[in-house]
T-cell receptor, first 115, second 111 residues
Framework: DAGVIQSPRHEVTEMGQEVTLRCKPI?????LFWYRQTMMRGLELLIY????????DSGMPEDRFSAKMPNASFSTLKIQPSEPRDSAVYFC?????????????FGAGTRLSVL | SQQGEEDPQALSIQEGENATMNCSYK?????LQWYRQNSGRGLVHLIL?????REKHSGRLRVTLDTSKKSSSLLITASRAADTASYFC???????????FGKGTKLTVNP
C-alpha cells in the first residue's frame, strides 16, 4: 500500500499567487483531513470530508482557502491569493470507516513558503 | 483550539532510559491516541486507548488513561536513538472522525 500521497513536497511561491496542494488518500478510506502545522499554532484541522462530502470546514482560515474532493481518490486544497502568513507544512490524512475511524494515516506533507 | 496538552514540551534522555510523556485534555472523550512525528515527516499512529480502558501496551510502549483526571501518559521503555521524535496526543471530538491534537513533546534520545 502506497500510503497517503501528497504533492508537491515543497512549494515556494510569491505573495498573491495561487497555490494548489494535492492529496491521494489510501484506497478504501472514506474520510480525508487537511491540516496545517506551524510552530506557533501546532497542528490545526482545516477541513475534513466524509464520503467526498465536506463535513466540517470550521478550521479554514478565510475565504482565500478552499478545498475540494471530486472523487474518493483525490482532493485539493487551494489558496488564492497566497500570503506570507500561509507559510506552513500542510498535511493530508485519511481514515477507514468503522470502529477505528479515528486512526488517521498521514501523508509526508507539503512545505509551503510564501515570499 | 488544542484539546490535549502534552507535558513536558521537551525531554532529553540517554539511550536505555525510560521516557514518560503526559497529556491532559478538557472534554469527555471516546478514545485517545498517541502519534509520533519524525523531523520533516508526517505523523504516524502509535496506539489508541478507549475511554473504558485504563492501560494498554504495544511493544516498548505503555499508555495509561485516567478519565477522572482527564489525563494520559505514554511510557517508552528502554529508549533508543531511533525514538527521537515529537510525540502528540490526540482526542476524538463528539464521537466524530475528527481529532484534536496537542502541541507535542519533543523527545531526544542521546546515544
Amino acid at each position: 500500500d502506497a500510503g497517503v500521497i501528497q504533492s508537491p513536497r515543497h512549494e515556494v511561491t510569491e505573495m498573491g499567487q495561487e497555490v494548489t496542494l494535492r492529496c491521494k488518500p489510501i484506497s478504501g478510506h472514506n474520510s480525508l483531513f487537511w491540516y496545517r502545522q506551524t510552530m506557533m499554532r501546532g497542528l490545526e484541522l482545516l477541513i475534513y470530508f466524509n464520503n467526498n462530502v465536506p463535513i466540517d470546514d470550521s478550521g479554514m482560515p478565510e475565504d482565500r482557502f478552499s478545498a475540494k474532493m471530486p472523487n474518493a481518490s483525490f482532493s485539493t486544497l487551494k489558496i488564492q491569493p497566497s500570503e506570507p502568513r500561509d507559510s506552513a507544512v500542510y498535511f493530508c490524512a485519511s481514515s477507514l470507516p468503522g470502529p477505528n475511524k479515528n486512526i488517521q494515516y498521514f501523508g509526508a506533507g507539503t512545505r509551503l513558503s510564501v515570499l | 483550539s488544542q484539546q490535549g496538552e502534552e507535558d513536558p514540551q521537551a525531554l532529553s534522555i540517554q539511550e536505555g532510559e525510560n521516557a514518560t510523556m503526559n497529556c491532559s485534555y478538557k472534554t469527555s472523550i471516546n478514545n485517545l491516541q498517541w502519534y509520533r512525528q519524525n523531523s520533516g515527516r508526517g505523523l504516524v499512529h502509535l496506539i489508541l486507548i478507549r475511554s473504558n480502558e485504563r492501560e494498554k501496551h504495544s511493544g516498548r510502549l505503555r499508555v495509561t488513561l485516567d478519565t477522572s483526571k482527564k489525563s494520559s501518559s505514554l511510557l517508552i521503555t528502554a529508549s533508543r536513538a531511533a525514538d527521537t521524535a515529537s510525540y502528540f496526543c490526540a482526542t476524538d471530538v463528539d464521537g466524530s472522525e475528527k481529532l484534536v491534537f496537542g502541541k507535542g513533546t519533543k523527545l531526544t534520545v542521546n546515544p
